[in-house]
């Protein structure tokens, strides 16, 4: 069965998955047969500003920060490199290491430019990069010595092979290509989808134990460094700069070409650099319209096509789907994955919250146990969620502790909650919609992995491993809950139902010691949920202990060794689903008569 | 001599920062949307006030009041174009972008057809002052003369309660029965005007200048984000004194020292309380 998954074209993805190398090899590498001397630096331009773009699309692409104001790490790249290589601040250094230099410089202000979107919402942290391009420039004007000021430097000469205009060319492309292939690699790796999840489902991102500053600290500092590198090379071509050159109309140009070209693509976004790059090159009266026209795409896209030109290009999805579908789950499998049972106990001891005035959770006491199944049940508004968010660390609550075998971790981030093996499914199923089923359930095993990000970046042996071991294990997982078949497809074409189990084989991925479902009977048809039903038992059984928060009381007696009942945030009832179903409270409250 | 060039200029300056500032607010009260189009929107009030009075040879007020309708056509324009249609995915954040191309092609435009260089804009009241020039005190004014409107609009009339009650809670007052649509294409249309009076009365300070747009922008924001999104208390107090700062700065370190300077400041304090200093934090929803 597992082997039908991987054989009916689950992860195939090689071929399109270097296709922007392949693609700018074959242009790239045959542009002198068919051009001339101009193309080759219009060329070099767009090569010049990929590699900036490449790197700035895992930050606006991938990871959703809306960084409008690049521009500012190009400047400062280009007066790093000229200023090294022409002995303005130490003696004159070689242009490659010039290069270098401002390529450590660029990951340094990519980081203080990025620093803001740890804490700041999307139109601050947007402000925050357009504030800094204007003072950048603004120095660039102001420091004489160094930049020359409004008269300008001389940009760094390329040593010879790479000093004559084909010779650039080749550097540049050589360049490019190397780019494309590291961001190839981090788009296939678990930091590409986990900069995904932070973008479209971060408080899920958070429950499987992605860190978010930890992850764009790395996106900032690589991104900043290829900004450097291609303002180095931009100062190369232009061979004068001065601050004119770098006007707020480039930075919308980059960042116009990555939403153009598609959020979390290559190919997209590179192909949107070259179409604006070329257009006001080829169409000379347009020169003085470009900026409007790139504002009228931005505007078109966003209205019109969101999914940019990498989604025109998606022939794959637009392929009906079965509309007969069923989900069979096939629990007998849980083995491959829960195959190391832990003892384990998690412990609630008089939880207190408060939201404002309302006490939302008012002194619960609560005990877990591995190989368990617990419901907890009660009306709206008593403090089930509530009680699953203090669990899984969204929420630090004013008084109680949760511990786990006597540690306490009430005090540790929702991330740090997937190192404990607590996992979780939510009410409103959280995934990543663009993403495939099957990446949205290998974000699940993040924390399985070992390779750090320059280990993906430069397709390490390491990383190989992790992704051949996450990728199997997903397709386990999507087999155990019924849907290996619809493995390839983007999760946003999935019925609700679907979705459910989906978070299911996710939370699986973290092979918990402890797996809290919100609700997850909630939409699904009768056979749905004895299914359901099935497979939670199944899960238990397996060793795992099991917090079902669910209002289907029938599934809760079904199935649950202990249940507790909360009403206005205090803990009514406990016991065994014979004990609570004729606690007179409990009728009264709840279930009625 | 020295002192009273400083406060004068910091206080228009920084009027015309707070007015900005509110532009932003009435945008965001009605529709919780931050819009890149307030700086544009202002820098046009000093584009068009030059056009129609100095190069068209109006007369004053007739200008002033052409300015204003220009101002709350664009409002509504930009209400239509790029705010309506990305409303349903709030949380998205396309308004980031659609707002964005709105504001750029407004100043493309504004390069193209007006000038790409500082037009000096003409006197607007005929009579000189001995000692605090009208370049100073009209941003000041029409600050002023804002606050009171808003203030009597949202205390006193039946429509501004209807605005505060969308601020407040827009699912309610839809249920309520409240016109939401209508109430905030006036608001747009509103922000739109109060935008272009910034620009107007700034004339003659800060010229009729495309390069106002983005400083506008900027720190039209710094006060409101500091501030909290929504208060103009905040935006009034922390444009004075941002514009303040800036005048002594300029003084006394040089233009590039008080750029960075607001620039740091307004980071760290972000990053400290990102709610803004007066804003109150709001509870995450899982």
């Avoid at chain 1, 966003?302 to 999914?307: R, T």
């Avoid at chain 2, 995915?89 to 260089?117: E, G, K, N, P, R």
Wanted: charged share 15%; hydrophobic share 50%.
């Amino acid at each position: 069965m597992i082997l039908e998954a991987q054989k009916a074209g689950v992860g195939t993805g090689k071929l399109e998955a270097w296709l922007p190398v392949l693609v700018l090899a074959i242009v790239g590498g045959t542009l002198p047969l068919w051009g001339d001397s101009f193309f080759g630096l219009v060329a070099s331009r767009v090569y010049i500003y990929w590699v900036l773009v490449a790197g700035l699309n895992l930050v606006v692409g991938f990871a959703g920060q809306l960084a409008i104001g690049w521009v500012s790490l190009l400047t400062i790249g280009a007066y790093t490199a000229s200023a090294l290589a022409l002995g303005r601040v130490t003696p004159e250094i070689p242009t490659f290491l010039a290069l270098a230099a401002a390529g450590v410089l660029g990951a340094v202000f990519g980081l203080i430019a990025g620093l803001p979107a740890l804490r700041l919402r999307t139109f601050y942290f947007a402000m925050t990069t357009l504030g800094l391009s204007t003072i950048v420039t603004q120095i660039a004007l102001a420091w004489k010595t160094v930049t020359g000021g409004g008269v300008g430097i001389q940009g760094p000469a390329m040593p010879a092979p790479f000093d004559s205009s084909w010779g650039f060319y080749f550097f540049c492309l050589g360049l490019a290509l190397f780019v494309t292939w590291m961001t190839c690699n981090i788009s296939a790796s678990r930091y590409g989808r986990s900069l995904v999840a932070i973008r479209d489902a971060e408080v899920a991102a958070e429950s499987v134990g992605i860190y978010k500053p930890k992850l764009l600290v790395s996106v900032f500092l690589f991104s900043g460094a290829l900004a450097g590198v291609a303002g180095g090379l931009f100062a190369s071509l232009q061979s004068y700069i001065t601050p004119d050159a770098f006007t707020f109309d480039l930075s919308v140009l980059f960042f116009i070409a990555i939403l153009i070209g598609g959020r979390g693509s290559i190919l997209g976004p590179m192909i949107g650099t070259a179409i604006l790059t070329i257009l006001p090159d080829f169409a000379a009266p347009l020169v003085q319209w470009s900026t409007f026209l790139y504002a009228v795409l931005l505007l078109a896209i966003v209205l019109l096509v969101p999914g940019g030109i990498a989604d025109l290009l998606d022939f794959k999805n637009r392929r009906p789907l079965d509309k007969h579908r069923e989900i069979r789950p096939r629990p007998e499998l849980l083995g491959q994955i829960l195959s190391e049972p832990r003892k384990s106990e998690l412990r609630l001891k008089n939880i207190v919250l408060s939201f404002g005035g309302v006490r939302a959770v008012d002194g619960v006491d609560l005990d877990i146990h591995t190989g368990e199944v617990h419901g907890l049940i009660g009306p709206n508004g008593s403090g089930k969620t509530t009680t699953l968010n203090v669990i899984s660390g969204y929420y630090r609550p004013q008084e109680g502790t949760v511990s786990q075998d006597g540690i306490d971790v009430t005090k540790e981030g929702a991330h740090t909650r997937a190192a404990h093996h607590i996992a979780r499914t939510f009410q409103t199923p959280r995934l990543i919609g663009e993403s495939s089923v099957l990446e949205n359930v290998m974000i699940g095993g993040n924390i399985d992995a070992s390779g750090t990000f320059v280990e993906s970046l430069m397709a390490l042996p390491r990383h190989w491993r992790d992704e051949a071991h996450l990728r199997e294990n997903a397709i386990t997982a999507l087999t155990i809950v019924g849907l290996e078949r619809l493995a390839n497809v983007r999760a946003d074409r999935l019925q609700h139902s679907e979705l459910r189990f989906v978070e299911i084989a996710r939370a699986l991925m973290m092979k918990p010691s402890f797996l809290l479902l919100d609700e997850p009977a909630a939409g699904l048809s009768v056979d749905e949920i004895k299914r359901l039903g099935a497979l939670i038992t199944a899960i238990s059984k397996q060793g795992t202990g099991v917090l079902l928060v669910e209002h289907h009381a029938d599934l809760i007696f079904d199935i649950c060794d202990r249940v507790t009942v909360l009403n206005l945030g205090k803990v009514l009832a406990s016991g065994t689903p014979d004990e609570v179903r004729t606690h007179r409270e409990v009728v009264n409250a709840y279930l009625g008569a | 001599m020295l002192v009273q060039s400083i406060v004068s200029n910091g206080l228009a300056v920084g009027a015309i920062y707070a007015l900005i500032g509110i532009t932003y607010n009435v945008m965001f009260s009605a529709s919780r949307v931050f819009s890149f189009t307030a700086g544009s929107v202002g820098m046009l009030g000093g584009v068009f006030g030059a056009i129609f009075i100095g190069q068209m040879g109006m007369p004053v007020i007739i200008g002033f009041l052409l300015t204003l309708a220009v101002g709350a056509i664009l409002g509504v324009v930009i209400e239509f174009v790029t705010v309506r249609p990305v409303l349903k995915s709030l949380d998205q954040h396309l308004y980031v972008l659609s707002t964005l191309a709105a504001a750029l092609m407004i100043q493309q435009l504004t390069a193209i057809y007006f000038s790409t260089d500082a037009v000096p804009f003409p006197r607007v009241i005929p009579f000189e002052t001995a000692f605090f020039d009208q370049k100073f005190w009209l941003p000041i004014l029409a600050c002023i003369a804002t606050i009171v409107g808003l203030e009597y609009l949202f205390r006193h009339t039946l429509i501004g309660r209807a605005f505060l009650a969308i601020a407040e809670d827009n699912y309610a007052a839809r249920a309520l029965g409240l016109p939401e649509t209508r109430l905030r294409i006036a608001s747009y249309a509103l922000a739109g005007v109060i935008g272009v009076l910034a620009g107007f009365s700034a004339g003659q300070l800060m010229f009729a200048s495309l390069s106002n747009g983005p400083l506008y922008n900027f720190y039209g924001f710094v006060p409101v984000a500091l501030g909290g999104m929504g208060s103009n208390r905040g935006a009034v107090v922390g444009g004075l004194a941002l514009g303040l700062f800036q005048q002594v700065a300029n003084y006394f370190f040089g233009g590039v020292f008080s750029s960075v300077a607001v620039f740091v400041v307004f980071i760290i304090a972000l990053l400290a309380r990102p709610e803004g200093l007066a804003g109150a934090a709001t509870a995450r929803r899982v």
